[in-house]
């Protein structure tokens, strides 16, 4: 189980949103790298790095932001997404050092280009799968495909990709719980390691992740917001390893 904090990135600044709407906004740090900083000095091996704007526009907006980041913690693994539909765009997050780049919209308009860039970076490719009643939700969660979040996954069976990460927009930033009965579904079909994204609010969201099947989860608010102290939740991953 790896337990990976998240730092969303939006004009330049750490926030959260809810349920990816850009109306319902809270700002934690006004530099997103005090926010990165917080997690990897509180003993995080790896993080998610997403740039909201480029999400919601099609490109990075935050890239200045996202390569200080790199550069500053090169001991950390992150994984960047946000944004991320040319191979230019991929290119030069791999060659700032990010260990994944995520890729969300582009993989459910073009299988092709998934595999080109996952045989390009083998291992250094994800797929972020974002949905919405099992149905994929692209560019920024404002698009419903009619696309099933399993159907996706077959799809890219076969390709060197590093990992699924699966959100249930529904369950992101409502400090709920992960929707497990999708992920479960999803665990069955994958042939990939599945990160589950969104709800995640306790450590025994965490335990249970695990217990079905979860490679990883990704903690953003709960952190955030204390309710899930970084220590703790590193310290269940060493538990659970």
């Not at 060659?95 to 780049?101: F, I, K, Q, S, Y």
């Not at 390691?193 to 490679?215: F, N, Q, W």
């Amino acid at each position: 189980m790896r337990v990976i904090p998240a730092v969303d990135m939006r004009n330049g600044k750490a926030v959260r949103l809810v349920q990816g709407r850009a109306d319902r906004e809270t700002v934690y740090d006004r530099n997103p790298i005090d926010a990165a900083r917080r997690w990897v000095e509180g003993g995080a091996k790896r993080v998610h790095l997403v740039d909201l704007d480029g999400a919601f526009e099609g490109e990075p907006r935050n890239a200045t932001h996202t390569i200080g980041i790199l550069r500053a913690f090169p001991d950390c693994e992150f994984e960047v997404g946000g944004g991320l539909r040319t191979e230019a765009a991929v290119r030069k997050f791999v060659e700032a050092g990010a260990a994944r780049c995520v890729l969300g919209t582009k993989a459910a308009e073009d299988r092709g280009f998934v595999a080109r860039l996952a045989n390009a970076f083998p291992g250094r490719i994800s797929v972020g799968v974002d949905a919405k009643d099992g149905k994929v939700v692209t560019k920024g969660w404002v698009e419903v495909r009619d696309l099933d979040a399993t159907a996706l996954v077959r799809e890219l069976a076969g390709l060197p990709l590093g990992e699924i990460i699966y959100t249930d927009i529904d369950r992101d930033g409502m400090l709920t719980e992960p929707n497990f009965g999708r992920l479960e579904e999803l665990l069955e079909v994958s042939p990939f390691p599945v990160i589950a994204s969104g709800g995640v609010a306790t450590l025994a969201h965490i335990e249970r992740a695990k217990k079905i099947g979860c490679y990883g989860c990704i903690v953003g608010k709960a952190l955030f917001d204390g309710r899930i102290e970084i220590r703790e939740a590193l310290a269940l991953e060493q538990a659970l390893a």
